[in-house]
């Protein structure tokens, strides 16, 4: 009898059986995606690889462009990871033979049969990141790469998928000796609750967050004092104290629900300390899209001197970050029925403008359903980040599609949550056909 999720585990056996055979006498060119999740599955990837002893190189990626398709080596064996569902058009008329892909994002296009691909899409649409895909994968080749398992773990929570924890994903939780504790969803959970507070951004805490005196009035407020000239950590707080803190919060964020606030803290030991696993996952981010991939892979395979380098990069990401939401609240906006574009043009880095979307969406100023569509420059293009309020809304992937089907450019992600990109000089184009769009969703809705 088919148990459910064997067809994705079935599936994976087959593909790795495959990728064995192939890879015998071919290199190995892995090109993953520069978020969490693709770099912590590139780093699995690139260990279980080094211990077969295979020769292999590595591209990590912001997106998934046409012409950079075009030019990848034909008579290497290609694996993608985090990216490549929504390009398989691009792969096939690229001539590229041995193709392998791993991912987890939408697949809007039939897949043809010379293309190897592990996608929950096709599998009972189970929720899996690409890191956990991954892992199982590697797994698959030698049960010994359990050591892994904490990889998948964080690029899990980078993409915000803790909350979705199955079979499979619990599975993964357990090889990786994850440590879980609830309470209140702000990291790092480890750290002092004064610097915790003012750079929390999920939950946006209006007039505490990027705020010290705001940070300071709040811990005033709910009575929790320094003790020796220190503030106790999320960690170290009693239930009455938890309890304070929480309805201090929520009293300021009103759109903030008890529920998405409390929740589990996954606690994951690497460089031999036990850390908040979502502080690890930001900080894997903060190197990549501040442009040190090669940095965030080291620091996943917890080579020493990449810990501190990482450490003040992501101080750098979360003062961007603070900056970056001051300069939304400058940018006039286009507003209409359940929309909201912000062109921040080159007001804030391409890097974070995906970031700051998914600030706003779980924060109290948008209402729930409104899709928040983010603009930045990026050389002679524009990336766009697109998000919407709560679990009900536009399927904010296909009303992208719609657009750049038109002007051109490329598009991927998820229903709630994608992204594009095109030429700068589409500009105008894209805002009036978006428009157009989301006025004919709403007609639809």
Known sequence: MKKEGDSLEIEIKSIVEKFLEISKDKEIQIISHFDTDGITSATIM???LKKLDK????KIVKRLEEEFIYNLPKNKLIFFLDLASGSLNHIIKSGLK???IIDHHEIIQKVPEEINIINPELNDKQKISSSGLTYLFCKQIDQKNKEFA?????GMIGDLMEKSIDKLNNEILNDGEVKRKRGLLIY???????RTLEYCSQPYIPEVTGNTNGVLELLRETGLNPVNGKYKSLMELNEKEMSTLVTAIMLRNPKVKNKEIIGDIFLIKLFNKLEDARELSAMINA???LGESGLAIQFCMEIPKAKKKAESMYVKYKQFIISGLKSVSEIEKIQGDGFVIINAKDKIKDGIIGTIAGILSN??????GTMIVTMAYYDDKIKVSARNVGENGRNVREVLNNVIEKIGGEVGGHKFAAGCMFSQ???KEFIESLKKNLEIELVRI
Do not use: D, H
Request: glycine share 0%.
């Open 150 to 154: 904490k990889l998948a773990v964080l």
């Open 98 to 100: 041995n193709v392998f």
């Open 363 to 368: 924060s109290s100023l948008y209402e729930e």
């Open 46 to 48: 690139i260990q279980t």
């Open 55 to 58: 020769k292999f190189s590595v």
């Open 188 to 194: 790092p959970s480890t750290r002092p609750l004064n």
């Open 287 to 289: 190197c990549s899209r």
């Open 425 to 427: 000089k589409k500009e």
